[in-house]
């Protein structure tokens, strides 16, 4: 799995970072998602296909998914 972020769509809402904070952060100065970890490990990819399934405006991309 890859994940790709648009930081020009993310609103800050931060629930990313609450599903998967390995994965996941904030800016401090606009909350704009951090990537952590473009190619996470296996026992991660349920979360982070939580997390971008919960963004409210659609900018976690996930690539190489079954």
């Known amino acids: ?3 790709t972020v648009d930081e020009a769509k993310c609103c800050a809402a931060g629930q990313c ?3 998967a904070p390995e994965v996941f952060d904030q800016r401090d100065e606009d ?3 951090l990537l952590l970890d473009a190619e996470p490990a ?3 990819h349920a979360a982070v296909r ?3 399934a919960v963004c409210p405006t659609a900018a976690i991309h996930l690539s190489g998914t079954a």
């Open 1 to 3: 799995m890859k994940i």
């Open 17 to 19: 970072v609450l599903i």
């Open 31 to 33: 909350g704009i998602v």
């Open 42 to 44: 296996e026992e991660q």
């Open 50 to 52: 939580e997390a971008a």
